[in-house]
């Protein structure tokens, strides 16, 4: 028997500027691939193209069936120097929101997606005492480019962003790089939480849109007798950023994989032949995790699942995680969960903030020709959506 999904569910994939656009040379990660390449940073150059091949890859995902695209704009390209902005660049985000309208796709627009400008970073990015106000100039201005938009995210994943600029903070402050164990920095996040609190109702009223921000949901278990601790790191990494998220319109929830949580922490994973490229344990039913436990603290807010997938070279198996993912988010729904669409991380192989080798995307893309060469999971992924079932 198939499974149904909601009426007007929204089928689609996500993508992230910096990491398929190419050449995003003012802001911060640019900076960080020049700094770091000593330590193994990789160097996104020219990235998938995307900049100039958006319509190309909308293309592929409208005609494979699927009617919703989840992209992003990118901050240092349209505010290049404090204050002065770049109308030409405005007009290009415009001009792809007009292009998945045209084709049938509904936009869902991120206003911050990890990136920010050079100049921001220097002033002292989220722990300026500026910040919101700066963070908000930046916002008004994309408004402008926003009209008829209907789902727009100011931040994606606050969480890991406090994650890798408390990293930043560590450096600067003459500490050592956590490469395992690294936490959200508080005050940070802190930031980011008032930060959203001041922009969220400026989109809302400025555009008419549906606004919220999107969580990197861990899918935390607790091991047995570890519950107060479990529930202690649970609130560090996802619900200070959930709970803001009850005044919203809707909240993005974002799932890959779970983990365990001991009195000593969070457990990394070991290592298994099962894992995907990025080392994360095969765990399709993380989603299910994620949706049940958002929904227990957002209570009748709206969800969005804004990025879901797997880092693998092998298609059959992406197409077996999203199938029991997705079995599970119909289990959630079955509970009374209002889940509103399923966004695939991702459109496209890309630029894996740092690496290039995890492969996440329904398309390959030729980085010398930037030939595009869809996966057979586009055309499944399409299929479900078509028949808005499973």
């Known amino acids: 028997m ?28 640019w900076q960080l691939e020049h700094t770091a390449a000593e330590y193994g940073v990789q160097f996104s150059g020219d990235a998938v193209d995307s900049y100039h091949r958006y319509e190309e890859d909308m293309t592929l995902l409208a005609n494979a069936g699927l009617n919703a695209y989840r992209f992003s704009i990118e ?34 627009v991120t206003l911050h ?27 008004e201005q994309a408004c402008a480019i926003l009209d008829g938009v209907e789902w727009v995210c100011t931040i994606n994943e606050p969480n890991i962003v406090a994650v890798n600029h408390g990293q930043q903070r560590r450096i600067a402050e003459g500490k050592d790089y956590q490469f395992v164990g690294a936490q959200p920095d508080a005050e940070i996040g802190e930031a980011l939480i008032a930060a959203h609190r001041v922009v969220a109702p400026l989109v809302r009223e400025a555009t008419g849109a549906k606004v919220g921000w999107t969580v990197a949901n861990q899918a935390l278990l607790p091991a047995p007798g570890a519950e107060a601790r479990h529930a202690e790191v649970q609130h560090l990494w996802e619900d200070m950023y959930l709970e803001p998220a009850r005044d919203d319109d809707f909240v993005g929830v974002q799932s890959y994989t779970s983990q365990m949580v001991t009195e000593d922490g969070v457990v990394p994973h070991p290592e298994h032949p099962d894992n995907t490229l990025m080392g994360w344990a095969y765990r399709p039913d993380a989603l299910g995790i994620a949706l049940r436990h958002t929904h ?25 995680y999203t199938t029991a993912a997705l079995n599970g988010l119909l289990d959630a729904v079955e509970d009374g969960i209002d889940v509103r669409a399923y966004l695939h991380w991702s459109l496209l192989d890309n630029f894996e903030w740092g690496r290039w080798e995890p492969t996440f995307g329904l398309i390959a893309v030729d980085r010398t020709t930037f030939e595009r060469h869809p996966k057979p999971s586009l055309a499944w992924l399409g299929q479900v959506a078509k028949a808005n079932a499973l």
């Open 296 to 320: 227990a603290v957002v209570g009748e807010v709206p969800i969005l699942v804004t990025e879901n997938g797997i880092a693998t070279a092998d298609d059959d198996r992406r197409v077996a």
């Open 75 to 108: 901050w240092s390209r349209i505010e290049p120097s404090p204050g002065k902005f770049s109308r030409a660049e405005l007009a290009h985000y415009r001009r792809m929101i007009d292009t998945a309208n045209r084709m049938g796709l509904t936009p869902v």
């Open 113 to 139: 997606h990890f990136t920010h400008p050079i100049w921001f970073g220097e002033n002292g990015a989220w722990l300026a005492k500026d910040a919101v106000e700066v963070f908000t100039r930046y916002v």
């Open 2 to 29: 198939p499974r149904t999904f909601p009426q007007s569910f929204l089928w689609g994939a996500a993508t992230a500027a910096h990491q398929i656009e190419g050449n995003n040379l003012n802001n911060d990660w």
